[in-house]
């Protein structure tokens, strides 16, 4: 399942590559892609866990930038 979300007060793109570098790592991730310019994040992740895995997204982008919202 592929999904875009916006993200709301991401402050740089190194923070971006960050967190993109992050969720790649997640088990159940097939792709992600962070845009500082357009502010949106894209997820390719397994269909039946994919609630489980937006949950460990959360948590890794508020460790690389605590102010960063994703707007679901």
Known sequence: MKKKF???DLDCANCAAKMEEAIKKIDGVNDASVSFMNQK???DAADDRFDEIMEKVVKACAKVEPDT????
């Not at 919202?69 to 679901?72: A, G, S, T, V």
């Open 6 to 8: 916006k993200l709301e």
């Open 41 to 43: 994040l894209t997820i």
């Open 69 to 72: 919202k994703i707007l679901m």
